[in-house]
């Protein structure tokens, strides 16, 4: 019985001790900067970004322009020429750069068979380098030749990206 009453009175001690450290830590502590070499950096940032994303509007305010004439080229109409010349990009550029398109074929105009190929003429095909190479010959070996142009998605390190480019360059032929 003693020792309920006295953990009682010195549990809620502790908390209203914690609870006191804690109001004067948050509310009552020094405002002083503790760190002396402390440069504030909101508004040259701000300014930074500012100037980085003025081009960015310039070409969103463009496109804007561009609309009205877009819509009238559907509806068969001649769109009227821009009133105003976009102004030049100071900043980066934000064209979008897609893959290079991918030939049909190896440069002699015949798709690479994926159970006779080579490693040197695995890595012509896009995406492809000595490792990818290696890791294809591998696998053909593990399953034992390859029965269907699918199986590539098996190989490590051939992602949806890769099988994409490269499924049209490749034929099976049997063993």
Sequence with gaps: MMKT????PLIAVLFMTGVALLVYALFLGS??????EWKPVNEPLKAAVERLSEPVKR????????????LAAASGNEPSAPETEPA????????????????????S???????RATQSELETLPGIGPSKAKAIIAYREKINGFRQIDQLRDVKGIGPKVYERISGLVRISQK
């Excluded at 009453?5 to 009682?8: H, S």
């Excluded at 405002?31 to 002396?36: A, D, E, V």
């Excluded at 070409?59 to 877009?70: C, H, I, V, W, Y």
């Design 5 to 8: 009453t006295i953990r009682k």
């Design 31 to 36: 405002t002083k900067n503790p760190i002396t």
């Design 59 to 70: 070409e969103q305010a463009a496109d804007t322009d561009r609309k009205p004439d877009l």
């Design 88 to 107: 030049e990009s100071v900043g980066p550029s934000t064209e979008v750069i897609k893959d290079p398109p991918v030939p049909s074929a190896d440069s």
């Design 109 to 115: 105009g015949s798709l690479i068979d994926l159970n």
